[in-house]
T-cell receptor, first 112, second 111 residues
Framework: AQSVTQLGSHVSVSEGALVLLRCNYS??????LFWYVQYPNQGLQLLLK??????LVKGINGFEAEFKKSETSFHLTKPSAHMSDAAEYFC??????????FGKGTKLTVNP | DAGITQSPRYKITETGRQVTLMCHQT?????MFWYRQDLGHGLRLIYY???????DKGEVPDGYVVSRSKTENFPLTLESATRSQTSVYFC??????????FGPGTRLLVL
């Protein structure tokens, strides 16, 4: 069985500051890991994903995430926040099937 | 336009009524999914389908019915709507154990 824990339902940063959104997962098989972003009143859009290979994954809009097996983590980072990054972010795990299991989401606020 | 669409985008109904939410994708993806999104719960899988005429339950299937007679369509029916089914519903599709692509969602209010 798979599960995802996102630490912090709300994160607030200043424009230009580092963004760090935390995600820990549990999986009984080698996982595929995803980060999705949801802007207000929209569907989910893929930011990045890890399947196999390089553990540091780069995505759209300057985001990246590192798969750390020993820590069962897949934290999302961006060096410098922009106002347009304000959204809700979801971490998801896929383990041995086509089904995704989502975390409860982290709402990111970017202050000017 | 290619992609995944949902209709209606907004729906208000009354307790006990039957409601059908539509989902259509143009990629010929074999897999399709229905999720509901609620505050504090993230997205939870209702039903999914691996191919036409193959469907299976997800985490929260009670009160919902699905069908998939054509690869491109995956309607979700609430047979007798309840207030607890007030939610935002998302449809998604994928080619397999790969990225899922999401529709814009349907906001359903059950009075």
């Amino acid at each position: 069985a798979q599960s995802v824990t996102q630490l912090g339902s709300h994160v607030s940063v200043s424009e230009g500051a580092l963004v760090l959104l935390r995600c820990n997962y549990s999986s009984s098989v080698p996982p595929y890991l995803f980060w999705y972003v949801q802007y207000p009143n929209q569907g989910l859009q893929l930011l990045l994903k890890y399947t196999t290979g390089a553990t540091l994954v780069k995505g759209i809009n300057g985001f990246e995430a590192e798969f750390k097996k020993s820590e069962t983590s897949f934290h999302l980072t961006k060096p410098s926040a922009h106002m347009s990054d304000a959204a809700e972010y979801f971490c998801a795990v896929q383990g041995g099937s086509e089904k995704l299991v989502f975390g409860k989401g982290t709402k990111l606020t970017v202050n000017p | 336009d290619a992609g995944i669409t949902q209709s209606p985008r907004y729906k208000i109904t009354e307790t006990g009524r039957q409601v059908t939410l539509m989902c259509h994708q143009t990629w010929s993806h074999s897999y399709m999914f229905w999720y509901r999104q609620d505050l504090g719960h993230g997205l939870r899988l209702i039903y999914y389908s691996a191919a036409a005429d193959i469907t299976d339950k997800g985490e929260v299937p009670d009160g919902y019915v699905v069908s998939r007679s054509k690869t491109e369509n995956f309607p979700l029916t609430l047979e007798s709507a309840t207030r607890s089914q007030t939610s935002v519903y998302f449809c998604a599709s994928s080619a397999g154990q790969e990225t899922q692509y999401f529709g814009p969602g349907t906001r359903l209010l059950v009075l």
